[in-house]
């Protein structure tokens, strides 16, 4: 398939200000030009008056590049980078509770926690809740080796991303 | 020095350069309105807030300026909507307030509370919620800022009513020191070596030609694109925004392209090699069926918001930029590469002399009559008794695309049309507006019998302000542009489109304090449009009985390409299909 029309998911990372209608304005932008966020995630960045938005969109490299513009001309936008083909870091944090109401399963679970790099964070009779973080395919991994176990209940974050510093240039730097 | 809110924001109007406002009162802005009667600031008492919006778009049409308009909370709010969302698309600046209820009730469902940042979200360049009266000076400045800057848009300010009463420290030179908005920097200069590349292109290509828009308009670029047009032998094609760009007599200019433009235009826009897109968004009115438009034209795309570029057609040559700022760089490049070319004028002649021969074989027409009022006669007939030098507002439907076919406009700004929303409704208050921005001008509001019923209470404003502007009404008895789809493409299943049971304008228009003039015989046209002229005191409406089943052509069918438009009988029987 032509790699324009190929429908991927991106990373796109955004800096806006601290500000309440600046995420509802980018919000709003996806669904009144009809474009999908698979995920989204707000925090503040070292300048408490920034905030960074990492989402992920699925669509073709036009689509894309049209979120990427309509990102850019909102007013309390800063940047917009598409991360996707940049070399970075990727995160993403999962919290699942899962039966453990053998003693085998117990077994299992810990097994899997240990070759993840998981964590046990909470415990009671027949579950346990595990911690996981890490790029989105070890955490799809993870879950899908977990849920035979019977998955009660999960939450995850939706991914956070940062360009790598091996490239030679942070985000802020970027003049675009 | 101490000042209240409402003290401050009237102080900084005034510092903004604002002279006008039009506006309607109620409960959330009374501390507003209790000190304007102290400000020298003109209000303008519309009769309902949607007039508001539109005479503020129509003053900013109309001078280049930021129109400003006032409103209450709620309803107040929700009616400016339909005139924020019309300035907004076609990006005008305007900057409205709006009251709240206090800051303590907000959220709380109180009296004529409405979420206005939330509802006016999606359809203003910005707004904000000023919740604290220290923040108040600095918000109204940065919302004209936004408003002028860049790519002009709608700012709306939302004040609660305590923020309007409170008391705070002004500081007038703080004020008019400049702006900072951190996050906002529009890029205003073109990117010379995409220039350099543009004016090669120019130069070389055999089948160019202008596409005007709007943006040529409101940045001032109009001489400068003219000039480029003449230079290097390029004819014109303009967008309903674009229109006025080009005198409409100038030998290159092919008038309007699009679903309901001419022949020659959207046959060379068609047959082209080169596309030079200024100001213009490659709007579906204007492509027709995107995927067979100009199949084999490389695009130059010069506009100051880059995410119209590549929206909805592929470009070759991108200029991010200011219309007239670009034009400024551009033109002597265009001028270097055609001082190169030596053989530039007679490969260029082939195509000036083929587009010629569209303009001649299939010109704008219509059957004319002695019998009854052809719609496009009024207009050519309007055209003639104003100079052509008349500010001209429509509403929407059939009369504004006659009006963009028939009046010939001489310079920038003259005609003021609600393009991206077709907001039926605009030309009342949009020309109150204008004539108050531009009082030496004449201000011709040419609407429609559907049209004028959506805000034909605004004429009861201009006899309130004495604002002298003149309105015809081309009436038709239906819901004219909605009647000709429903007779090509739905078996003539007029649907809900019958006018006929209407008030008498003109007792109506008396009855209001104007004067009210009728013709129903072509005869009558001249006389009654020169009657109309010599009234400068009151508005003047006219109420022209017009052939009831006039279609609008050239049309391109929806869903078809541009040159598979529908052409005017020429005087045959059969509607002639154009190759």
Not at chain 2, 32 to 37: G, S, T, W
Request: hydrophobic content about 40%; proline content about 5%; charged content about 25%.
């Amino acid at each position: 398939m032509d790699r324009k029309c190929e429908q991927r998911k991106h990373i796109i990372s955004v800096l806006v200000e601290n500000q309440p209608g600046a995420l509802a304005r980018i919000i709003e932008l996806f669904s009144s030009r009809g474009y999908n966020i698979e995920s989204l995630n707000v925090g503040h960045t070292e300048d408490p008056s920034i905030s960074r938005i990492t989402m992920v969109a699925k669509g073709d490299e036009h689509t894309i590049e049209q979120i990427v513009k309509q990102l850019r001309r909102i007013i309390d936008v800063f940047k917009v980078r598409d991360l996707t083909d940049k070399k970075k870091l990727d995160r993403e944090l999962l919290i699942v509770r899962v039966n453990v109401e053998t003693p085998e399963k117990k077994e299992e679970v810990m097994r899997l926690v240990e070759i993840f790099g998981a964590q046990v964070v909470d415990v009671s009779k027949d579950t346990y809740t595990v911690e996981l973080t890490g790029d989105e395919e070890q955490v799809d991994a993870f879950l899908e080796l977990i849920k035979p176990m019977g998955i009660r209940e999960m939450a995850r974050t939706g991914r956070v991303a940062m360009v790598r510093a091996l490239q030679g240039e942070t985000f802020g730097e970027q003049k675009e | 020095m101490k000042l209240s809110g409402a003290e401050i924001l009237l102080r900084a109007l005034e510092l903004e350069g604002v002279e006008k406002i039009f506006g309607y009162p109620g409960g959330a802005v009374l501390d507003i309105y209790d000190r304007l009667p102290f400000s020298p600031l003109k209000h303008y008492l519309t009769r309902h807030e949607q007039g508001a919006a539109h005479a503020a778009d129509g003053y900013a049409r109309a001078t280049g300026k930021v129109g400003v308009c006032f409103a209450t909370s709620g309803p107040g709010a929700t009616n400016l909507v339909t005139g924020l969302a019309t300035a907004q698309i076609d990006s005008v600046p305007v900057v409205a307030f709006t009251g709240n209820v206090p800051t303590y009730m907000i959220g709380n469902d109180a009296f004529q509370e409405v979420d206005t940042v939330g509802i006016t979200r999606p359809i203003t360049k910005h707004n904000f919620l000023v919740k604290d009266v220290k923040d108040l000076a600095d918000t109204v400045k940065k919302a004209f800022h936004i408003a002028r800057t860049g790519r002009p848009g709608v700012v709306l300010v939302d004040l609660p009513k305590d923020v309007t009463r409170e008391i705070t420290d002004f500081f007038e030179e703080e004020y008019k020191t400049p702006v900072q908005i951190r996050s906002y920097k529009p890029v205003l200069k073109g990117h010379p070596g995409q220039i350099k590349r543009a004016a090669k292109a120019i130069a070389s290509a055999e089948r160019p030609i202008l596409y005007i828009g709007g943006g040529v308009v409101s940045s001032g670029a109009s001489d400068l694109v003219v000039k480029m047009a003449e230079v290097a032998n390029i004819p014109m094609a303009a967008t309903l925004m674009g229109l006025t760009a080009v005198p409409g007599n100038h030998p290159f200019f092919l008038g309007m392209l699009g679903m309901h433009g001419t022949y020659a235009a959207n046959m060379a826009i068609q047959e082209s090699d080169l596309i030079v897109a200024i100001g213009a968004r490659f709007d579906d009115r204007v492509t027709g069926k995107l995927s067979e438009f100009a199949p084999n034209a490389k695009v130059i795309h010069i506009d100051i918001d880059s995410a119209e570029i590549g929206k909805n057609r592929a470009v070759d040559i991108p200029i991010v930029g200011d219309a007239k700022l670009v034009m400024e760089e551009l033109l002597p490049e265009v001028e270097k590469q055609v001082a190169k070319n030596r053989e530039f004028y007679a490969v260029r002649e082939k195509w000036i002399l083929k587009v010629r021969s569209w303009k001649e074989r299939y010109p704008l027409w219509y059957e004319p009559s002695d019998r009854v009022i052809k719609p496009q006669f009024v207009i050519e007939k309007i055209w003639e008794v104003t100079k052509g030098e008349a500010v001209i507002t429509t509403d929407v439907g059939q009369h504004q695309m006659w009006v963009a076919q028939y009046y010939r406009f001489s310079f920038p700004r003259q005609l003021i049309t609600s393009g991206g929303l077709g907001t039926m409704g605009f030309g009342v208050p949009a020309a109150i507006g204008a004539k108050v921005g531009r009082p030496d001008k004449t201000v011709f509001c040419i609407s429609g019998d559907g049209s004028f019923q959506m805000n034909m209470q605004e004429i009861v404003t201009a006899v309130h302000y004495n604002i002298p502007i003149k309105v015809a009404i081309i009436n038709n008895g239906f819901l004219g542009m909605v009647r000709q789809w429903q007779g090509i493409f739905y078996q003539k299943n007029y649907s809900q489109v019958h006018l006929d049971v209407q008030p008498d304008f003109v007792k109506l228009v008396e009855a209001m304090g104007g004067v009210g003039l009728r013709a129903t015989k072509p005869a009558e046209v001249e006389a009654v449009l020169k009657e109309a002229m010599a009234i400068d005191d009151r508005p003047v409406v006219i109420d022209f009985i017009v052939d009831r089943e006039e279609d609008v052509f050239p049309m391109v069918p929806p869903g078809g390409a541009l040159h598979e438009m529908i052409l005017p009988s020429y005087g045959k029987k059969k509607e002639k299909k154009a190759v």
